[in-house]
């Protein structure tokens, strides 16, 4: 090092020169296109990879085939619950049924992996966006207010971030656009301490959002900072020991009154064309064909439940996967599971209901209802039939009634039984198309199972089983948890997922969670 400095001294006579082959940030945010990059490229993140196809890898160290956020996030909060199976044998995936993970399953320290550097991204563009960096490259009006817009978006995905690495980790590190890089390992926070912090920066951002259902499709809104809110305050017990239910039915009813409306047809919401029209929908991460390629995201859930006896052309791909399945504890929700009164027993039932082993694709119920498809039965855009068009609802209207209720139900202030009863209601009402599945009264047990009816397979059965006492309890239990054909109870420490072993080894400030 030294030999080279005395080199570039004679050479140049000063060391104050930007490298000549590297795109510093001077050069990446030279302008508004570079800032509108820079954040298409943090929205992006959700829903590409680093690297590309079976057998490359990824900044997660696992097969980049496996490694977008959704897919990674999906299977850590739904095949360790009673929703799905898997009967694959990859590294570290049947450790969910078993309920028998470590601190070195490579899904787990994948998604940590994913969350920090999506969180990363954020951090970066918000050091490059200050007023004082925005001033000095003459950014400054119009352009200005956009970059400043995008600011706010992105303290919205940073936060989202942080909620699910709160959710699943507990105490994650910490690192915000202050910090100082490579310099020190960053601290570890606390679980209640970042609950405040998420709270906090999603009040603060909410005044420079725009309003709710105003901003260009898949970004970030008012409504979705509500949303979010919303299930942080639902889950506040959880994660600080105190409820939060009344700050629940506020923001729930915050996104309720906004002028949100409910898809006449459950299955609208997860076709190709989901995009389009689609007044239900909150915040999606945005998938298409022809630009997003990788075999994460909505592409893995659409051919990974075809099954042999399925028709991929049906589904708008080419192939399927044999691989993700529903325990019966899910059709087994539904009164009647055939479909032909509540339509979002979307199944295929060529199979045996009971699933003879986790291995065996060809038992078990898949959910069929993301489909890439349109409205029309077109296939999606990628001619190949590889690649979907399906955006993934992060945040979807239907959830909103679901946690007023809820929160209702479990005591918090503001709200009414009767207005709770009337959003279940209007939920059923589209799922029957009639009154015939109406309520009359509602039940902390019987909205778990109707958050299961609407929301299976999106990505949040696992917080709700947590919620509800019931994720590693002996008894609640499903086919194939633990391990054991008929179920059974683990260990209370699971309802947290481990610390990385590879991030305790690199940063001494971090403590692994209770019994790992």
């Not at 709270?199 to 409504?223: C, F």
């Not at 691989?323 to 009164?335: E, Y």
């Not at 009154?435 to 778990?448: I, K, P, V």
Request: net charge neutral; glycine share 8%.
């Amino acid at each position: 090092m030294l030999v080279s400095m005395l080199g570039l001294w004679s050479c140049h006579k000063d060391l104050d020169r930007f490298p000549t082959n590297d795109l510093t940030a001077e050069v990446v945010y030279k302008n508004i296109a570079g800032y509108q990059g820079v954040a298409a490229k943090a929205y992006g993140a959700f829903a590409l990879t680093g690297s590309f196809g079976p057998g490359s890898t990824d900044l997660a160290g696992i097969d980049a085939g496996t490694s977008d956020f959704l897919r990674l996030w999906w299977k850590a909060q739904t095949l360790s619950t009673d929703e799905a199976v898997v009967a694959w044998n990859d590294p570290g995936i049947q450790d969910f049924h078993n309920m028998n993970w470590s601190s070195t399953n490579p899904m787990l320290n994948g998604l940590y992996n994913r969350c920090l550097y999506q969180i990363s991204v954020v951090n970066e563009f918000l050091r490059e966006s200050n007023p004082a960096k925005l001033s000095g490259r003459g950014i400054t009006g119009n352009d200005a207010t956009v970059v400043n817009l995008f600011r706010a978006e992105l303290r919205f995905l940073r936060a989202f971030q942080y909620w699910v690495l709160m959710d699943l980790y507990g105490n994650p590190p910490f690192i915000t656009e202050e910090s100082v890089v490579g310099l020190a390992s960053p601290p570890q926070i606390k679980r209640a301490e970042l609950f405040t912090y998420i709270e906090n920066e999603l009040k603060a951002i909410e005044p420079e959002l725009v309003n709710a259902r105003a901003n260009q499709y898949g970004r970030v809104d008012k409504a979705a900072a509500w949303a979010l809110l919303s299930r942080l305050y639902l889950n506040a017990n959880v994660y600080t020991g105190t409820p939060r239910f009344t700050d629940a039915i506020a923001n729930s009813k915050k996104v309720i009154d906004a002028g949100y409306i409910l898809l006449p047809n459950y299955a609208l919401m997860f076709l190709a064309d989901n995009n389009v029209a689609n007044t239900e929908m909150i915040l999606p991460i945005i998938y298409d064909g022809l630009k997003t390629q990788n075999f994460g995201g909505t592409t893995f859930l659409v051919h990974a439940q075809i099954q042999e006896g399925m028709t991929a052309s049906q589904f708008g791909v080419n192939g399927g996967w044999s691989g993700i399945r529903a325990t019966r504890a899910l059709p087994d929700a539904f009164p009647d599971n055939s479909g032909a009164t509540d339509r979002r027993a979307i199944f295929f039932r060529g199979n045996p209901i009971e699933i003879s082993a986790v291995s065996a694709a060809a038992t078990g119920w898949p959910s069929t209802k993301f489909k890439n498809v349109t409205r029309a039965g077109i296939a999606g855009s990628d001619p190949s039939g590889d690649f979907v068009d399906t955006d993934f609802p992060l945040f979807r209207f239907a959830e909103m009634h679901l946690n007023y209720a809820e929160a209702v139900l479990r005591g918090g202030t503001g709200g009414s039984t009767a207005l709770a009863l009337t959003y279940i209601n209007a939920l059923r009402q589209r799922a029957y198309r009639n009154t015939d599945g109406d309520f009359t009264s509602l039940s902390l047990d019987e909205l778990l199972k109707e958050r299961m009816r609407e929301m299976h397979w999106e990505g949040l059965r696992r917080t709700d089983l947590i919620r509800y006492g019931h994720f590693t309890s002996g008894s609640f239990v499903w086919p194939w948890k633990g391990g054991i054909a008929g179920g059974t109870g683990v260990a209370a420490f699971r309802n947290l997922y481990p610390i990385p072993a590879s991030d305790l080894s690199s940063n001494a400030n971090l403590q692994q969670n209770p019994n790992y």
